[in-house]
């Protein structure tokens, strides 16, 4: 989370703001959803991510993924005393999702 929340300029290369309105509502499924999963995903290849969720947090939003953290991630993020606590959070979620990613490449080769 290097970004200042109020430097807006993240949000020109947001992924998220260039999918269809189908793909967006992934961003808002239910709570550890494959569709939530899906979301992450899409997060985690995104250019400005740790800027988008500097914002989530810094706006305290209580619904969807941003910078592919779910609420729950968000409020586990908010209650770690220490930067290492934060980074244990970040990098769980970012290894469930990669796993995610590769079990949903394998099932879908053909
Ligand atoms: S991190 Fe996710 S929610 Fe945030 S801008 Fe990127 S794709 Fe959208």
Redesign the pocket.
């Known amino acids: 989370m290097t970004s200042s929340p109020r430097n807006k300029d993240?949000?020109e290369?947001?992924?998220?703001?260039a999918?269809p309105d189908e793909i967006q509502e992934l961003?808002f499924a239910e709570k550890d959803s494959v569709k939530t999963r899906e979301?992450?995903v899409?997060?985690?290849?995104?250019?400005?991510?740790d800027?988008?969720?500097s914002?989530?947090m810094h706006m305290r939003l209580e619904a969807?993924?941003?910078?592919?953290m779910q609420p729950d991630d968000r409020d586990q993020i908010k209650q770690s005393k220490s930067f290492s606590k934060k980074k244990e959070v970040i990098d769980r979620v970012r290894a469930e999702v990669a796993l995610f990613a590769k079990h949903n490449e394998t099932t879908q080769e053909p």
Do not use: M, N, T
């Open positions: 993240w949000r290369k947001a992924l998220c703001a999918l961003f979301a992450q899409i997060c985690f290849e995104c250019e400005p991510r800027s988008c969720l914002f989530a969807g993924v941003f910078g592919g």
